[in-house]
């Protein structure tokens, strides 16, 4: 089973900036896609950022330019976002889509991780 973990959520004024980390854990499994969803109180989640295996990005319009998503090996994915805005306020969910090797097979899998809350003052 693959567990991600989010990390770096928190408080700050609009402007501002900060650093959310994922790490996947487990044994046997390979990431094909990694990304960052959010969802806001009384909304859907929706996509922030996505990584595909083959490096590239794909950004929801309302953070191109202030966000910026990055993998630093295979099972580790940070989101920096600067510029933050009262409208960035949610909490963001780490995914990562891959195959895992389980009893002698190999299954898709699609993992989430808890979630991490921020907050954007205004």
């Known amino acids: 089973q693959v567990q991600l973990v989010e990390s770096g959520g928190g408080l700050v004024q609009a402007g501002g900036s900060l650093r959310l980390s994922c790490a996947a854990s487990?044994?046997?499994?390979?990431?094909?896609?990694m990304g960052w969803y959010r969802q806001a109180p009384g909304k859907q989640r929706e996509l922030v950022a996505k990584?595909?295996?083959?490096?590239?990005t794909n950004y929801a319009d309302s953070v191109k330019g202030r966000f910026t998503a990055s993998r630093d090996n295979a099972k580790n994915m940070d989101l920096q976002m600067n510029s933050l805005k009262p409208e960035d306020t949610a909490v963001y969910y780490c995914?990562?889509?891959?195959?895992?090797?389980?009893?002698?097979?190999?299954?898709?899998?699609?993992?989430w991780g808890q979630g991490t809350q921020v907050t954007v003052s205004s």
């Open positions: 487990g044994s046997g499994f390979s990431i094909n896609a």
């Open positions: 995914n990562a889509e891959g195959v895992v090797f389980d009893r002698s097979l190999f299954k898709a899998f699609d993992s």
């Open positions: 990584i595909t295996s083959g490096g590239s």
